[in-house]
């Protein structure tokens, strides 16, 4: 009976919680750039912490496996071989309202789009070597957060 007074408290805890969250990847044209801490410094200077982070390589499978809601269409295959072509930086970040804010920081998809100041202005190429992912919507953040890190991995 002690815990049960306590469950709407905790649900409504983790409820926030993901909805603070969002996920976000530096591309490997990012990283290959050399620009990984410039923009790992931008998104903690616009308030976001971070709260599970790793550099790693995805095999082909795997970024077919990440990408999979865009298997039907015809960039999927120029997708899988450049998120497979370096490494990443893969990353789970905190702030309010994190999907929406993150989605502002780096900016359209296309850099020639995108606002001043955004990361995609500052360090993107073309649409196809755009620097970084973010999450699109808070369950996609938790998804794409779970492909990557365990609860283990998470702080």
Known sequence: MFFSNFAPSIKNIQKIDMT???????????????YTGAILDQMIQA??????????????AQAGQFYEIHKERPFYQELVDFMSSGPIVA???????????????????NPAQAEEGTIRKKFAASVGENAVHGSDSDENAGIEGNFFFSNLERF
């Open 20 to 34: 603070n969250r969002t996920f976000t990847m530096i591309k490997p044209d990012a990283t290959a750039k050399g």
């Open 47 to 60: 308030g976001f912490s971070v709260k599970a982070m790793k550099w790693t390589k995805l095999t082909p």
């Open 91 to 109: 990353a789970i970040l905190e702030k309010e309202n994190a999907v929406a804010d993150f989605r502002k920081l780096i900016g359209a998809t």
